[in-house]
């Protein structure tokens, strides 16, 4: 009999963390309520997201995410998470998935907590923006 073999390495999940002028923020539902009472200093329940003042408290984050099974994208270059849609448009379902949002005078401007919801953002009738953003 032949022996079988499987693949049981385990999926990791990622976040990803964007530098948001002095601060690194990220958005996650997080099912493990242990885990974001670890975290939950640095949860802004206005925002509904996570943010570190410190590269210290960043880094000792990342190491709690690393040893529960996620991965970690630092974000240097964010534009390619940047959405806008038009200040008439709908924008409840895009602006769920943002880190962050501005607003000019004919557009609303999100940065996008992950290139999935990017992904969905376009299909809500978002269009990826090109100027450069500042949040």
């Known amino acids: ?25 990220f958005k996650y539902f997080f099912g493990d309520k242990d885990l974001f009472r670890e975290l939950a200093d640095y949860y802004n329940r206005g925002k509904y997201r996570f943010e570190f003042k410190t590269a210290t408290e960043r880094d000792e984050a990342f190491v709690l995410l690393e040893n529960n099974g996620f991965d970690i994208d630092l974000v240097e270059d964010p534009s390619k998470y940047v959405v806008k849609l038009d200040k008439s448009s709908r924008y409840a379902p895009v602006l769920k998935n943002s880190v962050e949002y ?34």
């Open 1 to 25: 009999m032949k022996e079988k073999n499987f693949d049981i390495t385990k999926k990791h999940k990622r976040i990803t963390v964007f530098p948001l002028g002095k601060i690194w923020a």
């Open 102 to 135: 501005t607003e000019t005078s004919k557009e609303r401007i999100f940065l996008m907590k992950d290139l999935l919801s990017v992904e969905e953002a376009l299909s809500f009738g978002a269009k990826i923006y090109e100027g450069v953003a500042i949040f």
